[in-house]
């Protein structure tokens, strides 16, 4: 089937906070979209019934027939054998264990599926219709709750021997550093992961340090966020401006051991995390031009992602672009 | 020309120390070798003219003339462009700035002739007549005065953006490691690089920690070397063993990180600290266990390099294989 007949593609980005869809043109644009919470559902059936009904819905609403469905690209945030469209598990999603979700939605939808890591996906949405359009090499970071990675490698997405590469949250940036929810210690993703720059912010302030945080939670610590923290920043408060500077530094040290060994063109620093803006990016850049060799800094372009909280349901999207 | 007609490949090994070369058959085998020191030169016009005369008479000792040299593979100890055939600098040997050498030795040679970093002729080594044969991705890694990284990557290898990919001893462990010499602290290198291994030992003997080492070396501490620690390590010497154990650890943390980006089926561990065997390699495999990533370790093999100290000459020879 071409291109032309089959006009549209849903995506659909499945994140442990909330599912996003979303009907996708062949210029990775979203023409109509859709949403649900995550955690309502107590069970993985219950979920992908759910999931289900929502994409049925959505494909209803906007006359999307099979005529014009091109396929369904799904992210999800774990374990995804790509080739087999079979799920492993996901992190911070209970009861997923090897679920066969290519199989289920294609006995519903009978269309092209493919599924894959969220920060795969991610990267793939950056190189069909992103900026990455242009690079040849290149890493692709995602900050939230945890840090995503997807590669790219002479211009595909590279998932490595069994579909798990780019796990750059998992690099140990500090051997006697903090504890990792994955295990080990000292990785990337304890100092810049969003719960633990939280927790890094919180013990400070009950160590007595003042900040405008304070007064923005109305003392109810729990509700600090990275939205807040550069809300902070952005009205001058001391301690939130050095709470992104000392994140932006581990990025950028995490960051310049990861183009020393890729050599890439391009990174691109996507996610909540990089809203944040120049408050993280100018220690980054400066960490970067210390830390990664020279020879490695010729090439180097270090770019905001495109697309913002649309990265994921246009990079799930994009998984069926390269692929048919 | 086939492959058949022209059997030999000449394969140079340029390090810091002594520029080894062999000429290797179809078959990775080296039938004939020479060798000189690097030391000898005083400029780099004189080195290459050594160069070129110890490869003149190697191929003229073996008999090989035009009609049997399929073609001569450099490796060199620094930043090379592998496409133009051009060296920008080398490590450790002064002199050495943006030298058009495969322009000069095709001069003299008339025949193919490849350039590459020495770390990524290895790799290709192993890729083409090594363990190396039956991976799809392949972390490779020399432990000598540096560490040099090669990556093999859907069993190619990989090279990166300006030929710079796989610089494994430059990722950061420790943010409040020791300097590098590249600039930046805490690198892999600073950890396990022979010469900050020797100067750790010499500082806790210093201290007045015991060791075999101190009678090994006549008192000579500038004279210990990774070959001496080994041997002290074998002799049960508590001091050498736990040296290994902890640059084996130092080791399994910096390539569990490049293990969880890359997501490799195979780590290939050589250069002369690799001849510490079980001393290196048992913490290096806890440590591996430790930190990549469950699914990472489903698919990974830990191996020793082939070659030995060949493992150059080979390397550079490889070159030819695949290119042509």
Redesign the interface.
């Known amino acids: 089937m071409s291109k032309s007949s089959k006009k549209y593609i849903l995506g659909v980005d499945v994140g442990a906070t909330s599912v996003k869809m979303g009907l996708v043109d062949a210029n990775g644009r979203i023409l109509s979209r859709a949403l649900f919470q995550t955690k309502a559902f107590a069970s993985k059936d219950a979920f992908v019934k759910e999931l289900i009904k929502q994409m049925r819905a959505l494909l209803k609403k906007s006359g999307t027939g099979k005529n014009k469905l091109a396929g369904i690209g799904v992210g999800l945030p774990g ?1 995804v054998d790509f080739k087999k469209g079979i799920v ?1 598990d996901l992190t911070n999603i209970k009861g997923w264990n090897e679920v066969p979700l290519k199989k289920i939605l294609y006995k519903i939808f009978k269309t092209a599926i493919y599924l894959d890591n969220d920060a795969n996906a991610f990267a793939s949405g950056q190189l069909i219709w992103g900026k990455a359009r242009v690079a ?2 290149a890493v692709c970071i995602t900050l939230g709750s945890g840090v995503g ?1 997807g ?1 790219i ?2 211009g595909e997405v ?11 949250g ?8 903090p504890s990792c929810g ?3 210690n000292g990785c990337l993703e304890s100092f810049v992961g969003n719960r633990y720059i939280a927790s890094r912010a919180i013990e400070k302030i009950k160590k007595g340090q003042k900040t405008l945080l304070t007064k923005l939670v109305n003392g109810d610590l729990k509700k600090i966020t990275p939205e807040l923290i550069t809300r902070a920043a952005r009205q001058r408060d001391a301690f939130s401006v050095k709470l992104w500077e000392q994140t932006g530094t ?1 990025l950028g ?2 960051l ?3 183009v ?6 391009m990174v691109i620093v996507g996610g909540g995390l990089s809203k944040a803006g120049k408050f993280i990016f100018k220690p980054l850049n400066r960490e970067l031009k ?2 990664a ?1 020279r ?2 800094l ?3 372009k270090v770019q905001n992602a495109d697309f913002n909280d649309d990265a994921g349901v246009i990079g799930a999207a994009s998984l069926l672009e390269r692929e048919r």
Chains 1, 2 share one sequence.
């Open positions: 374990r492993h040849r090499n990675g590669l490698i002479e590279f998932r490595g021997s069994n579909f798990s590469a780019g796990e750059i998992h690099v140990c940036i500090d051997i006697n550093g994955c295990g080990a581990y040290i995490g310049s051991g990861i020393n060994i890729i050599n890439p063109d210390k830390r060799m020879q490695h010729k090439v180097l």
